[in-house]
């Protein structure tokens, strides 16, 4: 990933350049893990499930420790929180299975969704085709497209190899000029707004209000990160979201049912 306005070595160089090295370092056959996803039972449909809903979609997020944050929830039981979460109304699950920066894995995933009846998305930052087929490998329903940290050609192909794969895709942007790249490369019909800065990860709670203007109207729009409260879900689902995406008010909370629950209000 190329230096962002000439500050070195931030969040999104030091993750990008891991995930980037790993994939160069990865010599099993893409042809091999094609041909061992064909005969999976179908996913569960991420998409789908945040479709026509009459309250405000909550895909809750599974998350052991953050960059920028340190631990969040030591000791994390993947299977009890995806529980807690699912009787507390959320309508999708989110799981990190990035181990040296997020403290997930690819365990983590197949725990959480073993434990639930709810899709699932495999939260990680895809930069390869290997990448897509072991989301689909591991029992993810989708994956995540981050548009910062992939080329025009990138999102093109990893969005056809999922699509070919039977995942939904959740293309994640930042501004508009993002949202304008996802839907050329992709004709992406999920998109994230992510209110955190990757280069600085600060969040700016009002990011997603000002860019859903951009989004296609047929997409279902999710606006991630920052989501604090359930004043803060009701200003995002009053400004046309579909959804929230929420990590860390939610792994934090006291009680992650009531906390999945308090989000979980009528949209429009």
């Keep these: 990933m190329a230096q962002n306005g000439g500050v070195a070595a931030t969040y999104l160089d030091r993750i990008l350049d891991h995930h980037r090295g790993r994939a160069a370092a990865d010599s099993r056959p893409v042809s091999d893990l094609r041909a061992r996803c064909e005969g999976l039972p179908p996913t569960r449909g991420f998409r789908a499930a945040l479709v026509g809903r009459a309250t405000l979609g909550v895909i809750a997020e599974i998350k052991r420790r953050s960059p920028s944050k340190g631990d969040l929830f030591t000791g994390l039981d993947p299977a009890a929180v995806a529980a807690a979460y699912e009787a507390g109304g959320a309508a999708c699950l989110s799981v990190l299975t990035d181990g040296p920066h997020f403290g997930g894995s690819a365990e983590d995933l197949r725990a959480a969704r073993a434990a639930v009846s709810l899709p699932v998305l495999r939260k990680d930052f895809t930069v390869s085709v290997h990448d897509v087929l072991d989301a689909r490998l591991m029992g993810a329903d989708a994956v995540l497209l981050i548009v910062a940290a992939l080329s025009d050609d990138e999102l093109a192909e990893l969005d056809g190899v999922a699509a070919e794969v039977g995942l939904d895709v959740l293309v994640e942007t930042?501004?508009?000029?993002?949202?304008?790249?996802?839907?050329?490369?992709?004709?992406?019909?999920?998109?994230?707004?992510?209110?955190?800065d990757l280069v600085t990860f600060e969040v700016d709670t009002a990011r997603a209000v000002r860019v859903i203007d951009a989004i296609p109207s047929a997409a279902v729009k999710v606006a991630e990160s920052g989501v604090r409260n359930a004043e803060d879900a009701r200003r995002l689902a009053a400004a046309g979201y579909d959804a929230v995406l929420v990590g860390e008010h939610l792994v934090t909370a006291p009680d992650l049912s009531t906390a999945v629950a308090a989000m979980c209000m009528p949209r429009g």
């Excluded at 839907?183 to 019909?189: D, E, F, K, L």
């Design 174 to 196: 930042h501004d508009e000029a993002e949202v304008e790249r996802a839907v050329a490369n992709t004709g992406a019909t999920l998109i994230g707004v992510n209110q955190r």
